[in-house]
Nanobody, 126 residues
Framework: QVQLVESGGGLVQAGGSLRLSCAASGFTFSTRAMGWFRQAPGKEREFVAHINWSGGRTHCADSVQGRFTISRDNAKNTVYLQMNSLEPEDTAVYYC???????????????????WGQGTQVTVSS
């Protein structure tokens, strides 16, 4: 069955870094765009970053632009989110997701993604 398993979350001080990983199985990873989303308590799930099937096109939300980088390794069926200069406002549960098959357009909406992981907690202390 389809699985997306996130890892790498934890507690870090403001200004620190974390690298999230998401291991995929049960579907053809290399054919799907992937994304990272996050959800803070009491807030809606929000887009963080997108990467197309080949890794040649990426996009990050304005709130994390210049601090976060998304990448993927299709040989390892894994997508990554490198998070630098973390801020307390980045505290949330982070989810990776696999997009519906389609064109190479940018996917930023929750409803554009088919498969979801269980999430990993990231807590940034001030």
């Amino acid at each position: 069955q389809v699985q997306l398993v996130e890892s790498g979350g934890g507690l870090v001080q403001a200004g620190g870094s974390l690298r999230l990983s998401c291991a995929a199985s049960g579907f053809t990873f290399s054919t799907r765009a992937m994304g990272w989303f996050r959800q803070a308590p009491g807030k809606e799930r929000e887009f963080v970053a997108h990467i197309n099937w080949s890794g040649g096109r990426t996009h990050c939300a304005d709130s994390v632009q210049g601090r976060f980088t998304i990448s993927r390794d299709n040989a390892k069926n894994t997508v990554y989110l490198q998070m630098n200069s973390l801020e307390p406002e980045d505290t949330a549960v982070y989810y990776c997701a696999a997009a519906y098959l389609g064109d190479s357009s940018l996917r930023v909406r929750v409803d554009e993604y088919l498969y979801w992981g269980q999430g990993t907690q990231v807590t940034v202390s001030s």
